[in-house]
């Protein structure tokens, strides 16, 4: 059964199970606190609020955002979504409706009308 966002948490809360995301980060390179920053972004938290979190400074965020950036080569939230799911789906046997609802609740979520 496809993974749903639920309205009480963020959307990169609930985008993976605990599992899938420790496998994706180990995939990725990324480190236990770039793997945590990652998660949160996805979740649309700001970098205070990431940096509230994880109890450090919001530059601290700033800069291991910065440096995750380089190191997944995406310029951007959407850019990093992109990398996470495309490691996800190819490392998954789903059927292709799941990762379609996968890929459209995360849409649903992350970009209400009023922005576009």
């Known amino acids: 059964m496809p993974r749903m966002h639920s309205p009480n ?6 985008l993976l199970r605990d599992n899938e995301w420790r ?3 180990t995939r990725l390179g990324l480190s236990p606190r770039e793997a ?3 998660r949160l972004a996805l979740a649309d938290l700001t970098e205070a609020r990431i940096a509230a979190e994880l109890g450090l400074s919001p530059s601290t965020v700033h800069t291991y955002t910065r440096r995750l950036y380089k190191k997944l ?3 951007s939230r959407v850019q990093l979504l992109v990398a996470v799911m495309r490691d996800f789906l190819a490392h998954e046997s789903l059927r292709p409706e799941e990762c379609a609802a996968l890929i459209v ?3 649903d979520v ?3 009308d009023d922005v576009c």
């Open 105 to 107: 609740a995360q849409i």
């Open 9 to 14: 948490q963020g959307s990169g809360a609930s």
């Open 110 to 112: 992350n970009y209400s």
């Open 23 to 25: 496998a994706v980060a």
């Open 73 to 75: 080569n995406v310029a």
């Open 36 to 38: 945590e920053i990652t």
